[in-house]
């Protein structure tokens, strides 16, 4: 089994960032990808950016040059560095790792993200 633990969430003004951290523990065998989804109220969980283990990196369009994805490969590690964040930002975020391309996912509890004046 393995445990998927973030922090990093919290209110923030817009304009403003916040990084969001997440660790991996227990079982690990391997892991071919770690990352970061959100789900706002009504709406469906989506991919933030995601970190393979080739090292290439995935974002959503709408967090291209504002986000940056970053993985500790020795810590099992995962950090999201969120800048000029906006109010649609606003979210849980959940952290992810695929063992391999094509297993089940595992996912951390969330931590809400929240963008407001």
């Known amino acids: 089994q393995v445990q998927l633990v973030e922090s990093g969430g919290g209110l923030v003004q817009p304009g403003g960032s916040l990084r969001l951290s997440c660790a991996a523990s227990?079982?690990?065998?391997?892991?071919?990808?770690m990352g970061w989804y959100r789900q706002a109220p009504g709406k469906q969980r989506d991919l933030v950016a995601a970190?393979?283990?080739?090292?290439?990196?995935n974002y959503a369009d709408s967090v291209k040059g504002r986000f940056t994805i970053s993985r500790d490969n020795a810590k099992n590690t995962v950090y999201l560095q969120m800048n000029s964040l906006k109010p649609e930002d606003t979210a849980v975020y959940y952290c992810h790792l695929k063992p391999y391309r094509f297993s089940v996912a595992y996912w951390g509890q969330g931590t809400q993200v929240t963008v407001s004046s």
């Open positions: 970190v393979i283990s080739d090292g290439s990196t």
């Open positions: 227990g079982s690990i065998v391997s892991i071919y990808s």
